[in-house]
T-cell receptor, first 112, second 113 residues
């Protein structure tokens, strides 16, 4: 099974930097997905980390530490449109690789 | 771009009714999924299918069944709807190989009265 923990809510100011953490315990691990979900909309893919370290993609970066069971999503130069829920999802290794378990999501509110 | 289409955005049904939620994807993906999403509980997997006529239970299959008669279509069935099945239902698909991101439909907000 999998145990995933991320903060329920976070608030930040426009233009700031925010880090959303995700810790997980899973039997068999290949990598970790991050998704963004705006209210009333479908989740959309942000990143997939397999190797340890930081991967940067524009204003968004994602970090993974496999040994610590820890990941974070870093959002820079926050914009109002970044207000959304951010979901982390560890991907299992092997036969159930297609089956993801999602965290409950972190609701980020960006204030002007 | 992958298109995952769910038949209804909003649906209202009555307790005891048999309810069908339809999902169609246009990218020939082998794998399709049904989730429900509730406040504070996140996305929970109900069923998934890795091929035509193949299905596997997810974390919360009770009260639901599924049908995959054609590769592009995956149906979720509430055999006898109950009020605790009021939720947002999301369909997703991915190709068969590798660790691809799931592509989601826009969701169906189902209310059972």
């Amino acid at each position: 099974g999998q145990n995933i923990d991320q903060p329920t809510e976070m608030t930040a100011t426009e233009g700031a930097i925010v880090q959303i953490n995700c810790t997980y315990q899973t039997s068999g691990f290949n990598g970790l997905f991050w998704y963004q979900q705006h209210a009333g909309e479908a989740p959309t893919f942000l990143s997939y980390n397999v190797l340890d370290g930081l991967e940067e993609k524009g204003r968004f970066s994602s970090f993974l530490s496999r040994s610590k069971g820890y990941s974070y999503l870093l959002l820079k130069e926050l914009q109002m449109k970044d207000s959304a829920s951010y979901l982390c999802a560890p991907a299992p290794r092997g036969g159930s690789a297609r089956q993801l378990t999602f965290g409950s999501g972190t609701q980020l509110t960006v204030l002007p | 771009d992958v298109k995952v289409t769910q038949s209804s955005r909003y649906l209202v049904k009555r307790t005891g009714e048999k309810v069908f939620l339809e999902c169609v994807q246009d990218m020939d993906h082998e794998n399709m999924f049904w989730y429900r999403q509730d406040p504070g509980l996140g996305l929970r997997l109900i069923y998934f299918s890795y091929d035509v006529k193949m299905k596997e239970k997810g974390d919360i299959p009770e009260g639901y069944s599924v049908s995959r008669e054609k590769k592009e279509r995956f149906s979720l069935i509430l055999e006898s709807a109950s009020t605790n099945q009021t939720s947002m239902y999301l369909c997703a698909s991915i190709p068969g190989q590798g660790y691809q991101p799931q592509h989601f439909g826009d969701g169906t907000r189902l209310s059972i009265l």
